[in-house]
């Protein structure tokens, strides 16, 4: 039945679902004819009796003689069943025999009818249900068999004779009804299954329906039991002769797997996607089934708009189980999310392929189910520490339980740089200053050289110099007074104490952006809009970047990572914080004149790109860029047909945007080398002080390859390329042509391979 959930049923339930009695022409009071069966079959000794996939345990008979008197065929049942080696008790009068069954629940009771002066044998039947009537050959037994009696043997104290007696019952009777009582547990299971179950004889005619099936296809029992399957309105999706396939299917001794249609009562279609169909004996049994999946999840059948047609027969194996249940859930979402056409797609195309692709397919629908569709796979522990721990480092947030140790930030109110009272326009920039900026347009820029000219101060300078250039004053109808004002505001919320997330890597991502917007194909893409949010978003990214990981933090239960739930922290901090600070003082809102509407299409948009920035979704972000713009974008070049479609949608502008912040962010090792070599020791030194702290805490040290004693700079630098930058690069220079970044990837890859080479660790080789 491919049941989700198991259902245990014990013996005592078994008896308490009342279907013998119901099925009895007996009263309820009286128990059913036949021999009975114990309740409690496994004891201490027993047979094993396999029924179909059941594995029974039979334990050895137990047999109540009621006999008056001890006489030769008493002692032949005795003697018989001490050979058979059943248990034997003996009663002599009415009472002690139902005092005696009640305690044991005989498998057989055989009761003397030979001389009724003694006692009523048929009213003791009725009681116990048994048998053994006596050698009045021309009575009929009718009247026996109504009061319970099933079998009758005449008259014979020959031991063998009795011994063969017993063992016809155990084999006949006593295992019919023993397999019977598993039959009930099969039924009772039926019943309580959320799947929706249809039983039907070689007829088709239908012989039992469980309830999942009445309540997920909204008809009674009464009105299907008993009518022909074809009797009961079936959808027209399915093809004429669907019916007549499954049948001859059947005849061959086949099962049957497909997609089909069923209709509700109610005419509602439900999509089905797997019949079977079992084959027992000589009796062809049909049985279908469905699975109601909103209601196996929450027991709510009415929800079910969409079912799911799931059977599997004693025939099928796991892995077809599996396949069936997969599908299954996913198409039991109840909105039509583009993943679940895009299964429902697969599932039909399943339904006509050749076994090869339909379990090709089924591995894909595996792939689909998964929600983190963008992260690879990562390997086993064996694989290279450095990238284990970049991946531990930073792909996870607070996946890492707390230590107890428990470190809390400092609330503080975001800085005021002291000399925010006078700003400075564009033109009083220090002519030193404005030299090191010369070549900001470049991409071989060096921002260390700012970084001196201006006493770590250069996002201020550079923020000037370059939201000029793309006139984002203009823009935002702001004067430029409060785009200074606002750019000292974030500035000196950049920690100038982290040697790597301090306001010069700020000044480095927003060099970098600067540098993509002008590319060509970005220009295609993207709106002025854009271009601001951009900017914008590359100067807040990082502030107040406390020069730790989010895994940190969260392992810390810091401040930050209880404000956000261990989600994106330090992100949203940054993207938070930005807008605190730009807001709260009409000073530094660069927004203040902007029109609602604009306003928050630019607010969306920088949010967006910092939070792209967190590389949990470093994946996701790369695979979207390729597979809604670098590959389309091939196929339409390749035809020579227009790209502009694909360039200016705005989703597709939405993931550029965040691919330009995310290569921005991280475009250390494409620059020269030099600067490329700088920025590696700042991270690594960022990383060891991480490192230092997690001990001196005794948090879990979230990246230990950062541990300023062991660590290999060129390794880390090595794996950090590897696993993330190449891939990225290699998409975003097939999107925006860059050669040059390219080229010092190259270059600075072969640098740190060539130290690592010679077994270094450090930055660069020792001097000649
Ligand atoms: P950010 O915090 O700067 O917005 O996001 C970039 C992430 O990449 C940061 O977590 C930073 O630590 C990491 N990262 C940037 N450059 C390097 C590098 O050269 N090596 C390593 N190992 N990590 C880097
Ligand atoms: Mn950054």
Same mark, same amino acid.
């Given at each position: 039945m491919g049941c989700a959930s198991s259902i245990h049923i014990s013996d005592r339930v078994v008896y308490q679902s009342g279907k013998e009695s119901d099925d009895s022409q007996q009263t309820n009071t009286t128990p059913a004819p036949g021999l009975l069966i114990k309740p409690n079959a496994i004891k201490n000794t027993f047979t094993q009796v396999q029924f179909g996939p059941m594995r029974l345990y039979e334990d050895h008979l137990e047999v109540l003689l009621v006999f008056a008197k001890e006489d030769s065929q008493n002692n032949?049942?005795?003697?018989?069943?001490?050979?058979?080696?059943?248990?034997?008790?003996?009663?002599?009068?009415? %009472?002690?025999?139902? %005092?005696?069954?009640q305690e044991k629940h005989h498998d057989l009771v055989i009761i003397d009818h030979r001389h009724s002066r003694y006692f009523d044998a048929e009213s003791l039947c009725r009681y116990v249900t048994l048998l053994y009537q006596p050698d009045r050959e021309e009575a009929s037994v009718m009247p026996l068999i109504n009061a319970g009696f099933n079998r009758r043997y005449v008259e014979n104290a020959n031991m063998m004779a009795c011994y063969n007696e017993l063992l016809q019952l155990e084999h006949g009777e006593v295992l019919a009804q023993f397999k019977l009582r598993a039959c009930n547990a099969i039924f009772t299971a039926l019943e309580q299954s959320q799947e929706a179950i249809e039983i039907t004889n070689e007829d088709q005619v239908i012989q039992y329906v469980n309830p999942a099936y009445e309540s997920i296809m909204g008809y009674q029992q009464g009105e299907l039991i008993g009518k022909e399957i074809i009797e009961v309105p079936k959808s027209e999706k399915n093809k004429p002769d669907l019916l007549e396939t499954i049948n001859s299917c059947i005849r061959k001794g086949k099962e049957w797997q497909g997609i089909y249609y069923a209709k509700k009562k109610n005419g509602d279609i439900l999509f089905t996607s797997y019949v079977s169909i079992k084959y027992s004996g000589d009796e062809r049994v049909q049985a279908e089934s469905q699975t109601d999946i909103q209601s196996s999840k929450h027991k709510d059948r009415r929800k079910g708009s969409l079912d799911v047609r799931s059977t599997t027969s004693r025939g099928s194996d796991g892995s077809s189980q599996r396949r069936h249940s997969s599908m299954a859930r996913i198409h039991s979402m109840t909105i039509e999310a583009p993943i679940t056409k895009v299964i429902n797609i697969i599932n039909a195309a399943q339904e006509s392929s050749p076994m090869p692709v339909a379990e090709a397919l089924d591995r894909v629908l595996e792939i689909l189910r998964t929600t983190e569709l963008y992260s690879p796979q990562l390997g086993t522990k064996e694989e290279d520490p450095h990238t284990n721990d970049l991946v531990g480092g930073l792909m996870t947030d607070g996946l890492r339980r707390l230590s107890g140790n428990e470190y809390i930030f400092a609330t503080k109110q975001p800085h005021l740089p002291s000399h925010l009272a006078m700003p400075l326009s564009l033109n009083d920039i220090p002519p030193h200053v404005a030299q090191t900026m010369e070549n900001e347009d470049s991409w071989d820029f060096d921002i260390f050289n700012l970084e001196t000219a201006c006493l770590k101060r250069p996002l201020t300078y550079l923020g000037l110099k370059i939201f000029s250039r793309f006139g984002v004053c203009e823009f935002l109808s702001c004067p430029e007074a409060t785009l200074r004002s606002w750019l000292q505001g974030i500035e000196a919320n950049y920690h100038s104490t982290n040697s790597y997330h301090n306001s010069s890597h700020a000044a480095d991502v927003l060099h970098a952006t600067a540098y993509f917007l002008c590319k060509e194909r970005v220009k295609q893409s993207l709106e002025q809009i854009d271009e601001v949010a951009s900017l914008i978003a590359a100067t807040v990214h990082d502030v107040d970047h406390p020069g730790r990981t989010n895994s940190f933090l969260c392992n810390a239960g810091s401040e930050l990572a209880i404000l956000y739930n261990d989600t994106a922290v330090l992100e949203s901090h940054h993207a938070a914080l930005a807008f605190q600070i730009t807001t709260r003082d009409d000073k530094c809102n660069i927004f203040k004149n902007m029109e609602r509407n604009e306003y928050r299409t630019l607010r969306q948009a920088i949010i967006d790109m910092v939070l792209a920035t967190e590389m949990t979704k470093h994946? %996701?972000?790369? +695979? =979207?860029?390729v597979n809604n713009i670098n590959k389309p974008l091939a196929a339409l070049e390749e035809n020579g047909e227009s790209v502009k479609g694909i360039l200016t949608s705005p989703d597709n502008r939405i993931l550029v945007k965040r691919m330009l912040i995310k290569c921005a962010d991280i475009s250390n090792p494409c620059r020269p080398l030099e600067l490329c070599i700088e920025w590696a020791g700042r991270i690594s %030194?960022?990383?060891?002080?991480?490192? !230092?702290?997690? =001990?001196?805490?005794?948090?879990?040290?979230?990246?230990?390859?950062?541990?300023? +004693?062991?660590?290999?700079?060129? =390794?880390?630098? #090595?794996?950090? #390329? !590897?696993y993330f930058i190449t891939d990225m690069f290699d998409a975003w220079d097939a999107f925006a042509d860059l050669p040059n970044l390219m080229q010092h990837l190259d270059n600075n890859f072969k640098y740190w391979k060539g130290l690592d080479e010679r077994k270094l660790h450090s930055l660069r080789p020792p001097p000649e």
């Open positions: 032949g049942f005795c003697w018989a069943c001490e050979k058979a080696n059943f248990r034997c008790n003996v009663a002599r009068t009415p %009472e002690a025999a139902l %005092e005696c069954f994946f %996701e972000h790369v +695979n =979207k860029f %030194e960022e990383y060891f002080a991480q490192t !230092d702290e997690e =001990k001196r805490q005794s948090l879990p040290v979230v990246m230990p390859v950062f541990d300023r +004693n062991t660590c290999s700079i060129p =390794k880390s630098q #090595i794996s950090f #390329i !590897d």
